[in-house]
């Protein structure tokens, strides 16, 4: 009980988009190369996730929809060193809690696929075998069917649907190497192949205009931190914040710290008021950061914060003063 009160208390689904980050960021943690979501009606009567990652044990599938017991971390010291976006063994459960799910799943080297199903939580069927490739296929149905006062915040389909658009061009941004693809009420609508981390395709496919024609990708190594990424050069810099991503270790996060530090990196080289335009990728040690922080898990906290901050404002700097100048 100790160490799950200090794993940062539950996120709640209150949308199809906050299940599907959930979703993409397991089938992304099982190691998927290839990730296919297909809606209808915005993911609120249907929302199906496929994923050609490891898999789930047969055994596994009942658990996976109990709390916490599917929790990576096994003590203190685990909680120190999260290298998964997920750890806390709640999304599966709390999606299940409020929608009929199926999971289909086939561990790598099983010999079949193995199904389950239930209905808010509760298990209408032992795993039955079933026709899968290696990897995972979650069907959700009817979300808050059985709640339904928070059926009533949800909006139209439109906008329910721009959600879950941006969710999978956010989580594509954040893995060039990762195939996706989206469909809503059987039209394919994004399709992105996987790309080489520097390949500026998928940069257009998923910012469309709002890409910088002139972003320089570039790569800065110090010690055990890595950044990387697509800078944008001043005159691309927009009057709104708003194209600004930078992702931890696969993770985006907001961190004043690290916007304090980019803007830095830009100083010399914007005009007042302007904000850069970019996409960045820091990887460092996941012991030297703590993700525990919130349960949305977009706020984290550096171990040595100084020396993040000035890697990261140097970074820029040298970028700029290369590219600009
Ligand atoms: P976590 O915080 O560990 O991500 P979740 O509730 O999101 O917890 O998922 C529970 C567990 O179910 C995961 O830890 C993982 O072992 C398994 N799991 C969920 N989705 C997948 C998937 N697409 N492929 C393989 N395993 C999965
Ligand atoms: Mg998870």
Redesign the pocket.
């Known amino acids: 009980p100790r160490l799950i009160n200090q794993i940062a208390a539950g996120e709640i689904i209150e949308r199809p988009a906050s299940m599907l980050k959930?979703?993409i960021?397991?089938?992304l943690?099982?190691g998927?190369t290839a990730i296919d979501v297909d809606v209808d009606n915005a993911g609120v009567k249907r929302l199906k996730?496929s994923?050609n990652?490891?898999?789930?044990l047969r055994q596994?599938l009942a658990m996976?929809l109990s709390r916490h017991a599917?929790?990576?971390i096994q003590d203190l010291q685990d909680l120190e060193q999260i290298a998964?976006?997920?750890?806390?063994?709640?999304?599966?459960?709390?999606?299940a809690s409020v929608t009929r799910m199926t999971?289909q799943?086939r561990e790598r080297g099983a010999e079949q696929g193995w199904m389950v199903s239930s209905d808010g939580n509760n298990l209408t069927t032992e795993p039955t075998p079933v026709a899968h490739p290696v990897?995972?296929t979650?069907e959700t149905r009817d979300l808050f069917y059985n709640t339904p006062a928070r059926r009533k915040f949800l909006r139209t389909d439109a906008t329910e649907f721009k959600h879950l658009d941006q969710i999978v061009r956010r989580m594509a941004l954040s893995r060039f190497d990762v195939a996706f693809k989206l469909s809503h009420n059987g039209k394919v609508v994004l399709h992105l192949p996987s790309v080489p981390a520097d390949d500026p395709r998928r940069l257009k496919m998923v910012c469309g205009d709002n890409v910088p024609e002139n972003s320089v990708y570039f790569t800065e190594q110090r010690e055990d931190m890595r950044l990387s990424g697509w800078a944008g050069l001043p005159s691309f810099s927009r009057s709104q914040a708003d194209m600004q991503y930078f992702f931890l270790n696969g993770r985006l996060i907001r961190d004043k710290t690290i916007v304090h530090a980019v803007r830095l990196g830009y100083q010399d080289v914007l005009f007042h008021g302007r904000h850069p335009v970019y996409v960045l990728y820091l990887e460092m040690d996941p012991a030297r950061v703590d993700v525990n922080v919130h349960p949305t898990k977009h706020e984290v906290r550096f171990r040595e914060s100084g020396a993040v901050h000035s890697f990261v404002f140097r970074s820029l700097q040298r970028v700029m003063s290369s590219s600009a100048g």
């Open positions: 959930e979703l960021e397991n089938a943690d099982a998927a996730i994923d990652g490891h898999g789930i596994d996976a599917t929790s990576k998964t976006l997920g750890f806390r063994g709640e999304a599966l459960p709390s999606i999971i799943s990897g995972t979650i």
